[in-house]
């Protein structure tokens, strides 16, 4: 039992010597939707061109291809907002 008390002992000095910064789900979240919305634009070309070396074709302007893609992506990311405002709710 004492051997038990020493090991958390050394622990709790161990854990007190850490920095106090933390990294929550929430900064996560932030992180990926800034990395997300730098590739915002980036995505939904590259995705257009493998389309396009995949045979699919378009009839009208490419950019109204990529457009839609990017209008896709915005969806994309408030879906996933949304679901992430839920997690913090206690909702899922």
Do not use: F
Not at 34 to 42: A, Q
């Amino acid at each position: 039992m004492s051997s038990r008390l020493s090991q958390a002992g050394n622990t709790s000095s161990h854990i007190q010597g850490m920095s106090s910064t933390t990294i929550s789900d929430g900064d996560i979240a932030n992180c990926n939707v800034r990395w997300r919305d730098s590739e915002l634009l980036v995505e939904p070309s590259k995705l257009w061109g493998i389309s396009r070396q995949a045979g699919i074709t378009c009839r009208r302007d490419e950019l109204e291809v990529v457009k839609e893609y990017i209008c896709l992506e915005e969806r994309d990311l408030e879906i996933m907002k949304n679901v992430e405002e839920s997690k913090k709710d206690g909702l899922l």
